[in-house]
C-alpha cells in the first residue's frame, strides 16, 4: 500500500488557493508546456526535464484536472502551529530582508 503524496495533505483545503488566483503547476510534457504557454501560461523555472509555471481562470482550471500537470500551489505556504503563511500574500512578502554578505568565515 502507498501513502498518499505530502503536498496535498501539507495544507489545509481552507487555504488552497482558489481557481480564480494563480496557481504553480509542473509540467513534464512539451507538448502540453507549448500549449500552456500559447494559453498565456507565465513560465516561472525551467529545469531541463521539466518546466514550472503559473497559471490563473480557464487555463489553471484545465491544467488542474491534466494528468500532465501537477499543481504545485502547495508549496506556497509554510505551515506553523500558529497558521499557515502564503508566501504569495502581500503581507507575507513585505516580511521579506535583504540578507547581507558575510565574508564566508565563521
Known amino acids: 500500500m502507498m501513502a498518499a503524496p505530502a503536498q496535498a495533505a501539507a495544507v489545509p483545503v481552507a487555504v488552497r488557493p482558489a481557481a480564480t488566483q494563480s496557481q504553480k503547476f509542473r509540467i513534464m510534457n512539451p507538448e502540453l ?7 498565456g501560461a ?31 500551489s502547495a508549496h ?10 502564503n508566501t504569495m500574500s502581500p503581507e507575507v512578502q513585505a516580511l521579506r530582508k535583504s540578507v547581507a554578505l558575510g565574508s564566508g568565515k565563521r
Open 76 to 85: 506556497d505556504f509554510i505551515t506553523l502551529r500558529s497558521g499557515p503563511l
Open 33 to 39: 508546456a507549448r500549449e500552456a504557454i500559447a494559453s
Open 42 to 72: 507565465e513560465l516561472i523555472a525551467d529545469y531541463g526535464s521539466f518546466q514550472v509555471f503559473r497559471a490563473n481562470g480557464g487555463l489553471a482550471r484545465k491544467l488542474a484536472t491534466d494528468p500532465n500537470a501537477e499543481d504545485l
